[in-house]
């Protein structure tokens, strides 16, 4: 367990009391994994002078203390009275029985959700909530080795599903819906939980759209795929995308250079120190100087975890600095509507020298 880091943040900000909401945060701290379920937004840690209490619905119960052992007290409540041990009320009628509310509480804003924050803002004055969004951001962003390791088993299995991308566009009347399919049942029989988002298949036109849904299209020769796919693996995630093209297309070929050129250079300035906004300018640089400049859409990557976008956003506007042992995607692209996209990805660790590039497959035409 981590809580010793949520110590740090509020003897930083000189706050006793906290109110934890959102599963990557939970899990984090704790070990209870609820993260895809459906009780995302129906669970709490309170923190109370260094006393963890796990607020959960009932059905949850059982397995939440499993998870936490006997270190945090698991309290389950529900909307209706099922025994003597579960407590009737919502979520946050429960947080206001172990809260005091006048004193000052640090809260995750960005997991809150309106609903949750409004409910909460009549049990306790919303002068008395702390922010500590950017804390969570900064702690997460430096993976701890098993997290690392676990982000690699990640990549594991995605390059797996990525082999079998490469080799399946090549065979006739294979559909975006068809391989979307294959690549997830392999995931999954790699030993992925889960998908880090939905898997994203691509053909020809529908390309230059960065996150089509797949259809019945059916790829045909001369034309590319984008394939943007990552596993989920004891919940931590992994992103890649590759290009493929289905026999020669001097234009696409063409494209492809010059994105695979703006990712390699920007890969080949990520260092611990350096801003993330560089990382950026150095990528969209070389797309604007072949002329793409405006069909560059998108940020150059994001931090990655426990969740899929995490702290730092790898764009012109970010003010995060890269450290070692963070995690991140170079993913520069560009998006000719009506023709074809390329994407080109990779996971990243950052590292006092030359970054650990976790590629999932061979990305030369």
């Keep these: 367990m981590r809580l010793q880091k949520l110590d740090r943040i509020l003897e930083e900000r000189d706050v006793k009391n906290a109110i934890i909401i959102g599963g990557a945060n939970i899990f984090y701290l704790t070990g209870y994994d609820y993260i895809s379920t459906d009780f995302a937004n129906a669970v709490a840690l309170i923190y109370n002078d260094s006393v963890p209490i796990l607020v959960v619905p009932v059905l949850e119960k059982n397995r939440a203390q499993s998870k936490v052992g006997d270190k945090i007290e ?3 409540y529900s909307s209706y009275q099922v025994s003597d041990d579960v407590i009737r009320g ?3 009628d429960i947080i206001s029985k172990y809260i005091e509310a006048n004193r000052r509480i640090a809260i995750d804003m960005l997991y809150s959700g309106s609903m949750f924050y409004l409910s909460l803002s009549k049990k306790i004055s919303s002068e008395n909530l702390v922010d500590v969004s950017k804390d969570f951001y900064i702690i997460r962003a430096k993976k701890e080795p098993e997290e690392l390791e676990l982000i690699k088993k990640a990549g594991d299995i995605t390059s797996s599903a990525m082999k079998i991308s490469s080799e399946k566009i090549h065979e006739e009347y294979v559909s975006e819906k068809q391989l979307a399919g294959l690549i997830d049942m392999t995931m999954r029989n790699e030993g992925a939980e889960e998908y880090a988002f939905s898997s994203i298949v ?5 390309s230059a759209f960065p996150h089509h849904i797949p259809t019945d299209r059916v790829i045909k020769n001369g034309e590319n795929a984008v394939i943007d796919i990552g596993a989920r693996y004891n919940n931590y995630c ?4 590759r290009t493929f093209v289905k ?3 001097d234009e696409v070929k063409k494209v492809y250079e010059i994105v695979l050129q703006a990712q390699e250079e920007a890969i080949d ?3 611990d120190g350096t801003r993330a906004s560089e990382i950026d300018r150095i990528a969209r640089n070389v797309i604007e100087k072949a002329g793409y400049g405006k069909y560059f859409v998108h940020s150059t990557g994001h931090g990655v975890g426990i969740e899929i976008h995490e702290y730092p956003s ?4 970010s003010d995060a600095i890269l450290e070692e042992d963070m995690v991140i995607t170079v993913e520069p692209g560009i998006y000719l509507k009506g023709k074809f996209g390329i994407r080109i990805e990779d996971t990243i660790i950052v590292t006092k020298k030359k970054p650990i590039v976790l590629e999932t497959i061979y990305k030369y035409l």
Excluded at 202 to 206: D, G, M, P, Q, T
Excluded at 238 to 241: G, I, V
Excluded at 314 to 317: F, P
């Design 74 to 76: 698991v309290v389950a």
């Design 238 to 241: 992994f992103d890649s995308t």
């Design 269 to 271: 300035a990520v260092r």
């Design 202 to 206: 691509a053909f020809a036109e529908n």
């Design 247 to 249: 026999s020669n297309n």
């Design 314 to 317: 790898i764009s012109l506007s």
């Design 90 to 92: 919502s979520l946050v």
